[in-house]
């Protein structure tokens, strides 16, 4: 390998490291998202029905989905606060994923292309079946 490429696998793999280790300093993540939301009640008469209607809340929610069907839970707005970031944790772990894969990928073509040369140079080429008959025909001749 040629020293540009060790130097440069170097900084890659000081990258990676650096992505690892923001990883593993995220908390709690979470799935999902939190929807605030503002409802009538059925009372009749009540300001919610009036024109214009007055809607009751905010009214926090967090919905996910588990087997393709939506489950949802109220929140208290403390909660909602908590589930916001849980949620953005996991955003966050996705960006840090994504971006693990890129420096991975480049690190990757160096490795691969210094696993190349180190091949002993007998199974660099397999010979092809056409070569082996431009022999017998070469030899004919
Ligand atoms: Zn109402």
Redo the contacts with the bound molecule.
């Keep these: 390998m040629r020293v540009t490429e060790q130097r440069r696998l170097a900084a890659l793999e000081a990258e990676l490291a650096r992505l690892k280790a923001e990883i593993a300093s995220v908390g709690l993540v979470s799935p999902g998202s939190v929807v605030r939301r503002f409802m ?2 059925g ?1 009749p008469g ?4 009036g024109d214009p209607p007055q809607l ?1 809340g905010p009214y926090w929610q967090w919905s996910h989905k588990v087997d393709g069907k939506t489950i949802t839970r109220r929140l208290t707005p403390d909660q909602a606060g908590l589930y916001q970031q849980w949620i953005a944790n996991r955003r966050r772990i996705d960006q840090l994923l994504a971006r693990m894969e890129q420096v991975s990928s480049q690190a990757a073509e160096i490795l691969l292309r210094d696993a190349e040369a180190a091949r002993p140079r007998r199974f660099r080429r397999p010979p092809e079946p056409s070569s082996s008959a431009s022999i017998i025909s070469g030899g004919s001749n």
């Design positions: 009538p009640c009372k009540c300001r919610c029905q009751h």
